[in-house]
């Protein structure tokens, strides 16, 4: 709130326009502490730079994380509004026992606020924020040891207080004794056996008639007269020492808030400190909490000055529709590029424009308060420094303005401090020109967005001027906008469409507001030229938007269709490969069971051969174990001594040893024997051990030929090699590693290309052990660019 009599700013001003009152109005409701409330309420959030709005966004959102993520929440139970302590602090006044706790409680809060914080590094901006406090625990402890929970002086505050009040203690029950004892002598005088007070002062009630029975002071007298309440005689004395009691009582106890006073008044900068944190912290957990009941998404600072906001709500109607059973909102889309300056919106009356304009104002100072905006995705638009508005009617009878002339007022004082403006500005212009003749206002409202495109960063402005849906045309910084209005149920859908202007529709509107058609006849007859030729347009641009959407509806149910087919795709391939891994654990546990078996076997067999007693029995158990070994173990590899160059060897034929020289393809062995080289057969060369040569291996018979017809194996994508693209020395590792842990038929991609790859893979399998043959895949699986592998 302006003070009255004191000049408010158009900056100001606009924030009323726009109803950014209201909703902070709305905000303080989720404020935890008064002082936070206070301070919400009053509007005074927006921050100042773009870097303290991007801290205050931090904030907020690392309150929902802390909410959220860490399932935590700050607790502002204990915090009552201590303002006015601190303020009777910095003048060395004492504060009673209550206010003291407050002030304890202030502490210890904020003790655990830091502490709770602290405790998830990644919130760094709260960290920063608590960083700085310092939260004296030993000055909370001591409140705590001399003040109790309900804020008086406790006994342990002081020893002369404690004496005081066992002296109270005693003098109370010597008095109590004796006003008994007087009512136990005087029964019959007593109106009532009741000891009771009167002015502080312990009395009895005694009947008027029978009061020289009781001598004493009256204190007071019944209604009806028949009862006086006396003090007796006997116990004025000890009343009186009562009394004494209790203001040195009371004097121990101011003692006791005076010396904490004392202490506190030291501190109160720090105090002040504390409790600005503890404000700061309960307005983020407001920020928050407002913003996750408005759904909203937290905002991105562009450097450019493009607007993205998509399904944006106004946040005054999302709280009129769930607080006050209001209509449902209908989200708009504001997408303006860098390179436009200046939207024009158009449309109908009653259509949205001017709700479309605050929407984007409140989006604007939302993100400058560190608010969450109610859109979808991640809401982007440039930090403004300042945001003007020229929205409703505010003609004043008292100070002689028109509708025009107050439009005019507040425009020359948006154009005046905007000149004054840096950064990026914004400036929202409600029916900009109207109120006067529409050629001079036209005029006027062309003229006045060709000056705010030039100075200022963004303007939106709603007319009803045709003239002004033209510049798009003339200028490109400018572009038009509308809202949509059904021409079937002749009430506006409350949509934005962008790149086409809008019509008034004025007679649709009158004829649904019951005009009489005669009337609306004559005006349809008088809008036949070149206007209907216009509204003609416009109507065909309205009609082309509308089909394109439709196709594009069209278009996204395709695409759902195909996505969905793609994941069929990809659920049956996932079938497959857990199938394949099913068939492999089958066999490894065949595997595992044929070795059980042999293992069982074979205990029989050495139990046999531990209880044999003659050869018959030993030689039945070695033909067993045979049997075995036949049964479950693989055919042994071929043995024999394999010649290396620079072996040493034996010829038998000519009982010479010599060296070996070299083993050619063919397995033909070159032996030196002194100055003489033979190249002699594998047969005749042996180990110097008399090992004979391991034979060769005979080459794999190869067939290029069309693969001929038998039943085919399944091509999955674990057993299909891709070596396109690979050079031979990247693809060697590769193709071995394949087929070691490859076993019945594969299939191996080489492409046609030059054949180089072809060839390579082809030498490469012709030598390979696990190889049983290998041929091109049929036409229909790749043709020459693709060999099958039996293994």
């Known amino acids: 709130m302006v003070p009255t009599g004191l000049a408010i700013s158009a900056l100001e001003k606009s924030l009323v326009r726009l109803e950014w009152p209201c909703l902070c109005q709305q905000l303080a409701t989720f404020a935890a502490t008064k002082r936070g409330m206070r301070q919400l309420q009053s509007g005074d959030i927006l921050a100042g730079t773009r870097a303290a709005s991007e801290v205050l966004l931090a904030q907020t959102r690392e309150i929902i994380a802390l909410e959220t993520t860490y399932q935590g929440r700050l607790d502002f139970s204990l915090v009552t509004d201590i303002e006015p302590y601190l303020e009777r602090l910095q003048h060395r006044g004492c504060l009673l026992g209550n206010e003291l706790l407050a002030i304890a409680h202030v502490l210890t809060t904020a003790r655990q606020q830091r502490r709770h914080i602290n405790a998830h590094p990644l919130l760094v901006e709260l960290n920063r924020l608590v960083s700085g406090l310092r939260t004296y625990p030993e000055v909370s402890q001591e409140i705590h040891r001399c003040i109790t929970d309900q804020g008086e002086v406790s006994d342990r505050a002081s020893p002369e207080l404690a004496a005081i009040r066992q002296q109270q203690r005693q003098a109370r029950a010597t008095l109590h004794r004796a006003l008994q004892q007087i009512v136990q002598r005087r029964a019959t005088a007593l109106q009532d056996a009741v000891i009771t007070q009167r002015r502080d002062r312990h009395v009895l009630a005694v009947k008027a008639t029978h009061k020289d029975h009781v001598p004493g002071i009256i ?160 809401p982007q638009l440039p930090w403004f420094s300042g945001v003007w508005a020229d929205i409703g009617d505010e003609q004043s009878l008292a100070q002689n303005l028109s509708t025009f002339s107050s439009h005019i007022c507040n425009i020359r004082d948006i154009l005046t401090e905007l000149d004054v403006a840096g950064g990026a500005t914004l400036v929202l212009l409600d029916e900009v020109g109207a109120g006067t003749d529409p050629s001079e206002g036209t005029a006027l409202a062309i003229a006045l967005l060709r000056y705010l495109a030039d100075h200022a960063t963004l303007t939106l402005a709603t007319t009803h001027y045709g003239e002004l849906k033209a510049l798009k045309y003339q200028d490109s910084r400018f572009e038009n906008a509308s809202v949509e209005f059904d021409e079937q149920t002749l009430a506006p859908t409350y949509r934005l469409l962008w790149g086409i202007p809008g019509q008034s529709n004025a007679l649709a509107i009158a004829h649904r507001l019951g005009l009489h058609e005669s009337v609306i006849e004559g005006a349809k007859k008088l809008l036949a030229g070149d206007t209907g030729s216009v509204n003609q347009m416009i109507a065909g641009l309205v009609d082309q938007r509308q089909e394109q959407a439709a196709k594009i509806s069209a278009v996204t149910q395709l695409l759902q269709e195909t996505e969905h087919l793609h994941q069929e795709v990809e659920r049956k391939a996932k079938e497959l490969r857990q199938r394949e891994q099913q068939l492999r654990q089958h066999q490894e546990e065949q595997v595992r069971s044929s070795i059980v078996a042999a293992q069982k076997e074979i205990a029989k067999v050495i139990a046999q051969l531990q209880q044999a007693a003659s050869p018959e029995q030993i030689k039945s158990a070695q033909t067993a174990l045979d049997h075995i070994a036949q049964t479950y173990l693989p055919p042994p590899a071929p043995s024999g001594f394999i010649p290396q160059p620079g072996d040493r060897v034996r010829l038998p034929q000519w009982q010479q040893v010599g060296e070996v020289l070299s083993v050619s393809q063919q397995g033909d062995i070159v032996v030196q024997l002194g100055q003489l080289k033979l190249a002699v057969p594998p047969h005749a060369v042996e180990s110097l051990s008399g090992e004979p040569v391991q034979p060769p291996v005979k080459t794999k018979s190869v067939s290029i030929s069309p693969p001929t017809q038998s039943a085919p194996a399944i091509r999955t994508e674990s057993r299909t090699l891709d070596l396109r693209g690979k050079r031979l020395r990247d693809a060697e590792p590769l193709l071995e590693e394949f087929l070691n842990r490859q076993q019945g038929t594969v299939w191996i991609i080489h492409g046609h290309g030059s054949g180089a790859l072809r060839q390579f893979v082809h030498e490469f399998l012709s030598h390979h052990p696990s190889v049983q043959s290998y041929e091109l895949a049929a036409p229909e699986e790749g043709g020459r660019g693709v060999t099958v592998v039996q293994l």
Not at 223 to 241: K, V, W
Not at 270 to 285: E, P
Not at 288 to 303: I, N, Q, R, T, V
């Open 219 to 378: 204190h007071d007298l019944s209604a009806s007269g028949a009862t006086l309440y006396i003090e007796p005689q006997e116990t004025i004395e000890l009343q009186n020492r009562l009394q004494q009691l209790g203001h040195q009582e009371a004097e121990a106890e101011r003692a006791v808030c005076q010396a904490l006073s004392d202490q506190l008044a030291t501190m109160t900068d720090d105090l002040w400190y504390i409790l600005d944190v503890l404000t700061a912290l309960d307005m983020a957990m407001a920020r928050a909490h407002y913003s996750l009941w408005l759904e909203g998404s937290c905002p991105e600072f562009c450097d450019t000055a493009s607007l993205r906001l998509q399904q944006l709500r106004h946040p005054l109607l999302v709280w009129q529709h769930h607080h006050e059973q209001g209509q449902a909102v209908v989200p708009i889309d504001v997408d303006i590029p860098a390179s436009i300056a200046v939207v024009t919106l158009t449309g109908p009356n009653t259509g949205g424009k001017t709700a479309t304009l605050k929407t984007v104002g409140l989006a604007a100072l939302m993100a400058k308060a560190g608010l969450y905006i109610p859109a979808a995705a991640t």
